[in-house]
């Protein structure tokens, strides 16, 4: 073989030392190139490989798709200016080459379960959903990650990247709901100025990943359950469908409710809870992600004193109260991220965490009617409990919540009517079907199927605009903006409401409007619901900043 010049000699070397063991890998684009090593300082380095692994939730042994065989997947710690690198490995076995029947959409019926790409939700980094990474080519086509290939992630944060809580999941269409409903999906932290307010740093630093594996039987291997769907067969055949035979819900990969589907009447069991045990007075920070692939939640905590203080990555500007009664419930629609500062009261108690019962249909994971069995009655969304905090009888003084919060200096100033460049109302929508998607309904954007290679919107970068979402159906649908975080200005449940987002709670016939700067970066992304069934059945639009 060629002796290698100093240069590719000093370049491999480079990615060894960084725990990359060779030089070439796929790229977005499909071809291979030689990557430059990253610099040792502000630099961050991370490898998720995606394979089967086994588990036992409440009794049930089950295989599913995860990253390095954890449940959720690796924390990615990073910082604003920083490099951020992620190789993405996949080690699933390979998708069956399955052709749709005619008259049936392919790209917009589940399929593809093996194939992957990785989404960093909510950092405002480059586009990363088409290949090459970063591109603006209008026709250019999702990254898919096959069995066998890896792929390089290089991002570059800003150095004025909001510093919270942001998540990793896999986003090739089609995938997307099988995939992130099996485990696969992380925490990102981005450290920074909010993490330096004495008071913040003083308080004890929790994360609570809150997930829903759902499984049927015989379908992870024998005698294992599993969720491995057949490309392009209807529910009844051993296709996709909403809903498995159990259901899950996790809070950092241990069970807290169990659905079982398996009778004509759904049931829900309430399993044990984690718990937090704090002194009297003291403070805890505690981040929670809604990583579900469908489960809207309201969160509520009695007889503590909670302070919102962060909503998808970005942190207000002063400590709200939060969580205290119905009224004051927190939304957690799915992709959501809250941060909270909770104080435990100067007295011995015991409070539970819960997800309120709400009256909200939605065609996705949890069933329209389910018995709960703690609660012996029909409903919707029956209460579900997430964690116990738990307060002894002895303590070392009340800890103190800050008065104010750093300004995030990405987002802020807020966007002026005077900046506002043009105006779009995209209009979300549901229709039954029993042609072009075989699940039986069609989750439309402006009333269309999603087409990989068209462009939806095409905004000017350095603008701002104002979007309404208008969702003119039944169902709750949480609405998700990639790239940029965004301004919402009018929401229905409250008239004052005015927050940064990523991703924003639409509830059923109703608007919600909100703002954007287009900033840092051009490229070709997505906007979309993050409920993932309806997502992989075509609710995803595509736009090109340009």
Not at 146 to 156: F, R
Not at 170 to 199: C, F, N, R, Y
Not at 398 to 426: F, V
Request: proline share 9%.
């Amino acid at each position: 073989m060629p002796k290698p010049s100093r240069r590719q000699f000093l370049m491999r070397s480079a990615q060894m030392i960084g725990g990359i063991t060779s030089s070439r890998f796929m790229t977005a684009g499909g071809l291979n190139r030689e990557y430059a090593p990253l610099p040792a300082e502000r630099s961050d380095r991370y490898t998720l490989t995606a394979s089967f692994s086994d588990r036992v939730l409440a009794g049930y042994p089950i295989r599913t798709r995860t990253y390095n065989g954890s449940f959720p997947g690796p924390l990615i710690v990073t910082r604003p200016g920083h490099a951020l690198r992620v190789l993405v490995k996949n080690e699933l076995p390979p998708d069956p080459v399955i052709k749709p029947p005619a008259g049936i959409d392919p790209d917009n019926n589940p399929h593809v379960f093996n194939t992957t790409a990785l989404h960093f939700h909510g950092l405002q980094v480059k586009p990363h959903l088409f290949g090459p990474l970063g591109t603006s080519d209008p026709s250019a086509r999702m990254v898919a990650i096959k069995s066998g290939e890896s792929l390089v992630y290089d991002l570059q944060l800003p150095d004025d990247h909001p510093s919270g809580l942001y998540w990793y999941h896999p986003h090739h269409h089609g995938s997307a709901t099988v995939q992130v409903a099996g485990g696969m999906a992380g925490i990102i932290l981005v450290k920074g100025a909010i993490d330096e307010v004495p008071e913040i740093a003083a308080a004890r630093d929790a994360i609570l990943v809150v997930q829903n594996p759902k499984v049927n039987p015989n379908q992870g291997g024998a005698g294992r359950w599993g969720w491995d769907p057949v490309p392009y067969k209807a529910p009844d055949e051993g296709g996709f469908s909403f809903q498995t035979a159990l259901e899950f819900l996790t809070v950092n990969g241990k069970p807290v409710l169990v659905i079982d589907r398996r009778k004509p009447i759904p049931r829900a069991s309430q399993l044990s809870l984690p718990v937090y045990r704090m002194r009297p007075g003291e403070v805890m920070r505690l981040r929670v992600l809604n990583g579900t692939d469908g489960i809207p939640m309201q969160l509520l905590l009695p007889d503590f004193e909670t302070y919102l203080i962060a909503q998808d990555g970005i942190n207000l500007l002063k400590p709200e109260e939060a969580c205290s009664s119905e009224k004051s419930a927190s939304r957690l629609a799915p992709g959501n991220r809250l941060e909270f500062l909770i104080r435990a009261p100067e007295r011995p108690v015991r409070s539970t965490l819960t997800a309120i019962a709400h009256s909200s249909p939605m065609t996705g994971s949890m069933p329209q009617m389910m018995l709960s069995e703690s609660m012996g009655e029909m409903m919707d969304h029956p209460a579900m409990g997430l964690a116990q905090f738990i307060v002894g009888d002895t303590g070392s003084g009340k800890m103190a919540i800050p008065s104010s919060l750093p300004t995030p200096l990405r987002e802020y100033p807020l966007i002026d009517d005077s900046e506002i460049r043009a105006r779009r109302t995209i209009v979300l929508s549901m229709k039954k079907t029993n042609r072009r998607i075989l699940t039986g309904y069609e989750f439309l954007i402006d009333n269309r199927l999603y087409e990989e290679t068209r462009i939806d919107a095409n905004p000017r970068l350095g603008t701002a605009e104002e979007w309404t979402i208008d969702n003119q159906s039944d169902g709750i649908h949480p609405f998700h903006v990639h790239v940029n975080s965004f301004e919402v200005v009018s929401a229905p449940w409250d008239e004052t409401y005015h927050r940064l987002h990523d991703t924003i709670w639409v509830p059923p016939f109703s608007k919600v409007k909100l703002r954007m700067r287009f900033k840092t970066w051009k490229g070709k992304s997505v906007y979309h619901c993050h409920v993932l069934p309806h997502e992989d059945t075509a609710m995803i639009q595509n736009f090109l900043v340009s």
